[in-house]
Nanobody, 119 residues
Framework: QIQLVESGGGLVQAGGSLSLSCAASRRTNSMAWFRRPPGKEREFVAS????????FYAASVKGRFTISRDNDKNTLTLQMNNLKPEDTAEYYC???????????????WGQGTQVTVSS
């Protein structure tokens, strides 16, 4: 089992930026970010391959969010720019396999970090 710990959430105004980090207890395969908006199901945000060469994004965040990883430090980052109120959610770091786009491909989850975007 891999322990994942997120940090960097908080409150930001619409149009602002925020960076989320996730520290893994050891080297991982594919990694991803998911989010759960208030009253909704958990949804895919972005994923990255084991080497970092391939990245994938949900249509709602493409062009605004950037996922990256540092395999020397076992860390995952989500840079979020031009944030919108609809980005408000609990954000979860995840470790899994293949091209992660669904919770079915996730083996380990972080505890989550709250991001709130005010209008």
């Amino acid at each position: 089992q891999i322990q994942l710990v997120e940090s960097g959430g908080g409150l930001v105004q619409a149009g602002g930026s925020l960076s989320l980090s996730c520290a893994a207890s050891r080297r991982t395969n594919s990694m991803a970010w998911f989010r759960r908006p208030p009253g909704k199901e958990r949804e895919f945000v972005a994923s990255i391959s084991s080497t970092g060469a391939l990245t994938f994004y949900a249509a709602s965040v493409k062009g605004r969010f950037t996922i990256s990883r540092d395999n020397d430090k076992n860390t995952l980052t989500l840079q979020m720019n031009n944030l919108k109120p609809e980005d408000t959610a609990e954000y979860y770091c995840a470790s899994g396999w293949g091209k992660i786009e669904s919770p079915d491909q996730v083996g380990d989850w972080g505890q989550g970090t709250q991001v709130t975007v005010s209008s």
